[in-house]
T-cell receptor, first 114, second 111 residues
Framework: GAVVSQHPSWVICKSGTSVKIECRSLDFQATTMFWYRQFPKQSLMLMATSNEGSKATYEQGVEKDKFLINHASLTLSTLTVTSAHPEDSSFYIC??????????FGPGTRLTVL | KQEVTQIPAALSVPEGENLVLNCSFTDSAIYNLQWFRQDPGKGLTSLLLIQSSQREQTSGRLNASLDKSSGRSTLYIAASQPGDSATYLCAVANYGQNFVFGPGTRLSVLP
């Protein structure tokens, strides 16, 4: 089946630094990718929808200037957490849409901000 | 290795019926289990989250149960409506917080 990878799988950084997370569809092209995050003991929440070649659509309450999304190609979307703070520590997961209604999920990235 | 299955793969019911979606997982050492709804071309919508210490959660017409020992969860939808038509995904989080998703059940509620 279709494979979506994320890199890194986990990252620890200091407060104030920026962290980039990559989401790649390995064997298919994805015009749309989704970014989610999950705080401990909370449900997975959609952050933004990323469309190749256009600006991402952010969900209410998600700061677009803090969470920069770039979907420059049909197989790669990146999420950059700028000036990360401890409250940004979370599990970030992406999914790539491979068809009309088929989504494939990456394994997730665990971000810890000290 | 955690494996998650869902049955049925697809379900079509007339409006107003109560229905049950099933999710099974092979490793009972889970952190939590979530049910999601996926509409075509859209991102996931979280429906219910059940922690490993809980047995059920309810939200409106939805009720999800969890039986860790048998590796099963069910999503009960009462009085189904055409707007409930979507794909329903079950996802299991292990203690490493890595998600394993089921393949989904495609639900069609006919008016």
């Amino acid at each position: 089946g279709a494979v979506v990878s994320q890199h890194p799988s986990w990252v620890i950084c200091k407060s104030g630094t920026s962290v980039k997370i990559e989401c790649r569809s390995l064997d298919f092209q994805a015009t749309t990718m989704f970014w989610y995050r999950q705080f401990p003991k909370q449900s997975l929440m959609l952050m933004a929808t990323s469309n190749e070649g256009s600006k991402a659509t952010y969900e209410q309450g998600v700061e677009k200037d803090k969470f920069l999304i770039n979907h420059a190609s049909l197989t790669l979307s990146t999420l950059t957490v700028t000036s990360a703070h401890p409250e940004d520590s979370s599990f970030y997961i992406c999914s790539a849409q491979g068809g009309v209604d088929t989504q494939y999920f990456g394994p997730g990235t665990r971000l810890t901000v000290l | 290795k955690q494996e998650v299955t869902q049955i049925p793969a697809a379900l079509s019911v007339p409006e107003g019926e109560n229905l049950v979606l099933n999710c099974s997982f092979t490793d009972s050492a889970i952190y939590n289990l979530q049910w999601f709804r996926q509409d075509p071309g859209k991102g996931l919508t979280s429906l219910l989250l059940i922690q490993s210490s809980q047995r059920e959660q309810t939200s409106g017409r939805l009720n999800a149960s969890l039986d860790k020992s048998s590796g099963r969860s069910t999503l009960y939808i009462a009085a189904s409506q055409p707007g409930d038509s979507a794909t329903y995904l079950c996802a299991v989080a292990n203690y490493g917080q890595n998600f394993v998703f089921g393949p989904g059940t495609r639900l069609s509620v006919l008016p």
